[in-house]
Nanobody, 124 residues
């Protein structure tokens, strides 16, 4: 069974940092795109960042460019999201996703597998 398990969420002050991890298992993710999405209460799920499993290509939402960095560690089957200079508006449940094919970056429908999410809360 394919599983994506997020960890690393928590409570942090504005301006602080967190690193989220997504442990992937159950299949080879070679040629996959790995993405991070987030959803705040009452709002739509939104794209945050994505990376090819090889690490060659990345893509970021404008709202996080320059603050967040996505990366992979293929030996550990893990994708990371380093979040710096966090803002209260970053507060959300963060989800890891994985998808095959060449259908772009930002649409949730292009991803086949999803984790359960990890809560990030940024205090002002």
């Amino acid at each position: 069974q394919v599983q994506l398990v997020e960890s690393g969420g928590g409570l942090v002050q504005a301006g602080g940092s967190l690193r989220l991890s997504c442990a992937a298992s159950g299949r080879s993710f070679r040629n996959y795109i790995m993405g991070w999405f987030r959803q705040a209460p009452g709002k739509e799920r939104e794209f945050v960042a994505a990376i090819s499993w090889s690490g060659i290509s990345t893509y970021y939402a404008d709202s996080v460019k320059g603050r967040f960095t996505i990366s992979t560690d293929n030996a550990k089957n893990t994708v990371y999201l380093q979040m710096n200079n966090l803002k209260p508006e970053d507060t959300a449940v963060y989800y890891c996703a994985a998808g095959d094919g060449s259908m772009g970056w930002v649409r949730s429908s292009r991803y086949d597998y999803w984790g359960q999410g990890t809560q990030v809360t940024v205090s002002s």
